[in-house]
């Protein structure tokens, strides 16, 4: 079934994920959040993926989408 295919997937990528994330923030309540943004939108696309693409990267490649946005919005503006 699709959700216990998605979950050994996420089981096996969700502590790289967390890596990369804790690498680039230094804050673990960022990544807590950021992980679960990229849990919800991998399991959206999950089922639609065509067999030859690299599940691996393709999870990376939204976390890599969801920090950008994370550091976005935290950085000053530098409006007035």
Avoid: C
Avoid at 24 to 34: E, F, M, P, W
């Amino acid at each position: 079934d699709a959700r216990e295919d998605f979950d050994l997937f996420w089981a096996a990528l969700r502590s790289a994920v967390a890596g990369y994330l804790y690498a680039r923030t230094g804050d673990q309540a960022a990544v807590d959040d950021l992980q679960q943004e990229v849990a919800i939108a991998a399991w959206r696309g999950f089922a639609g993926l065509d067999a030859g693409v690299r599940r691996e990267a393709w999870v990376m490649g939204i976390a890599r989408h969801k920090l950008a946005d994370h550091l976005s919005r935290r950085r000053p503006s530098n409006v007035g």
